[in-house]
Structures are given as C-alpha cells and as structure tokens.
C-alpha cells in the first residue's frame, strides 16, 4: 500500500459518520412500528384528541356564554309601565323616575324611546300598527347593584305605590332557564369528553394485546433472560406514551386550526348578529385546551401499562 492509500485510509476511518448512520445504532423499540401498535395508533389517537380538545373548548365556550348572559340579567331591572293614554303613561314615567333616583343601589334607569319599544312588537303586529293602534306601555331600564337585586321587594310596592299602572321585571325566569341550558350544555360537552377518554382507553387495550400477541416470542425471550412483567410493561408504556404523543400533538394542532378558523368567520361579520359572545383561542383558554392532549396521551399509556401487566399475569 503506497503512503497516499494509507493517508486515504486513515482519512476514512477518522472521519464522522452520517447521521443517518448513527440513528441506525440506536435500540429498537420493545413493539415495532408497525401493526396495531404503530401508524394506525397514532392516527386514531389523532382522531381521539381533536375530538377532546373539541369537545373541552364547547364547555369553556359555555361556561363563559353562561357567565356573561347571566351577569347581564342579574345587574338589570326592567320596569313597565301602562296606562289608559299617553298622558298617563308619561306621569307613570316621572312617578317611576322620581322612585328610582333616590333608591340607593339603583346606579342607572333609563326609558327607552317609544319607536324603539313599537319596533320590538313588529315582528308579531307588523310595521306600524303597533304605535297606530296600541297604547305602547313605556319601558324604563335598570342597572341596579347586587345588593338591591337580591331584595326587590320594598321597591316593587314603591313602585306600584307612586304608579299604579307599574310592574317589575326581575329576570329571575329568564336567568333560571338560561342557567339551566347552560348546565345541560357544559354536562353534554363533560359527557362527550368521557366518551372520547373511554375510547382512548379501548384502543389502547386493544393494541396492546395485539402487539403481545405479535411479539409473543420476543416476550418469551425477554422471560428466558429474567426480564419481569413490569420491565415489560414499563417498555411497552414507553413506546405507546410516545405514539399517544405524537397522535395527541397532531391532533391538538388540528383542532386549534379549527377552532382558529371557527373564531376567524365569527369575527369576519356572518355571525354578527349572533347572541354568542366573541369566540377567541387564547389565554389561559389554552391551558385549559392543553389539558385534553395530555389526558389521551396519558390515558392511553397507563391503560397499556395495565394492560400488559394483567396479560402476562395470566399468560406466565
């Protein structure tokens, strides 16, 4: 060998490996890829976490639909007032207005417009014939403190005291019925969260006793050695925890382009007149969104744990 064929030789040898090549040195995992472990876990697990993330974001949206409808009809009051004629309608009025400033706890009352309260009968008596036919009563619109809504009593008889023709409106009905609506609609989004969790469990279940079955020799060989049930359960623990990740990962990108295109159309002005609040990914709305991916990836690798712990209980 001439001295140019051994620098030649010494330059290959010092020289670094591709980084393919190292990747190549590393330890295969316990269950390969492929089968009911691999690529069609990661794609349910997928599936699995854009519907939890989903189903999380539907009950933060209601619960903050509920908290600003309800807040909104526990701090305003809606007195009526009715009468033969439009002059005893206006004293009604000024009896009413002169009640409600020196109630304390009472912050504003404000009449609304008789065109605008004509406007909200059109719908029912047609444009117009509401004012031409209908002595309208006036509406006179409260925003009152906690303090005096929880104790409307005293100003009711005040009320009806100084102006015959008054009643009060305290929203109580409608605050009820929206509550429980709410209610229903945060305990169907819990309830479709369950349902998502209980599937990410039966998958798991599923594809860890599939990749047992598959790799039956190669468990039989790690028992032969003096490998014990829980080495082989913490393996398999390992490997489906990082297939539960890469499925909730993209799962959970999936669902914030959802939600982020959902929150881009309701801004865009087609939901404008909507009575749902403004819609926006952001916040601590994330953190909670987080908590979803991380359930599915969790449940999926404690319930393979288990799993493949009473497995081969049974089976050695």
């Known amino acids: ?5 051994s620098q030649a030789a010494e330059t290959e040898g010092d020289a670094p490996q591709p980084r393919w090549q190292l990747f190549r040195n590393r330890a295969a995992p316990l269950l390969p890829e492929a ?3 691999g690529a069609p876990l990661v794609a349910v697990i997928t599936v699995m976490s854009f519907l939890a993330v989903l189903a999380m974001a539907s009950l933060l949206m209601v619960n903050r639909a509920a908290s600003e409808w309800t807040s909104e009809l526990r701090s305003e009051i809606t007195v009526q007032i009715k009468g033969a004629n439009e002059t005893e309608i206006a004293a009604g009025v ?3 207005l002169r009640v409600l400033e020196e109630t304390e706890g009472v912050i504003e009352a404000e009449e609304r417009g008789r065109e605008e309260t004509a406007a909200l009968l059109e719908p029912w ?3 117009g014939n509401a004012s031409a036919f209908l002595n309208i009563p006036a509406i006179i619109e409260v925003k009152a403190t906690p ?5 409307l009593e005293l100003l ?10 008054a009643s009060l409106d305290d929203h109580s009905r409608w605050h009820d019925r929206l509550s429980n609506a709410a209610r229903s609609g945060q305990a169907m989004a819990f309830g479709v969260f369950l349902l998502v969790m209980g599937a990410a469990c039966a998958i798991s279940i599923f594809a860890a006793r599939a990749g047992l079955a598959a790799n039956h020799e190669i468990v039989s060989v790690l028992h032969l050695v003096g490998a014990t049930d829980d080495f082989i359960a ?3 623990q390992r490997r489906f925890f990082i297939l539960g990740l890469r499925g909730a990962v993209l799962g959970l990108a999936a669902a914030l382009l959802a939600l982020g295109l959902t929150g881009m159309v309701m801004r865009s002005g087609l939901a404008a007149d909507s009575f749902l609040p403004e819609f926006s990914v952001g916040g601590f709305m994330i953190l909670w969104l987080l908590a979803a ?3 599915t990836c969790l449940v999926t690798a404690l319930t393979a744990r288990l799993t493949v712990l009473k497995t081969l209980s049974r089976q050695y």
Do not use: F, K, Y
Not at 147 to 151: F, S, W, Y
């Open 125 to 127: 008596l047609g444009q």
């Open 293 to 295: 991916p991380v359930a």
């Open 234 to 236: 913490t393996e398999v």
């Open 35 to 37: 089968g009911a472990a």
């Open 1 to 5: 060998m001439t001295q140019e064929e």
């Open 94 to 96: 000024s009896a009413a």
């Open 147 to 151: 303090t005096l809504h929880d104790n």
């Open 156 to 165: 009711r008889n005040r009320l009806e005291a100084a102006a015959p023709g």
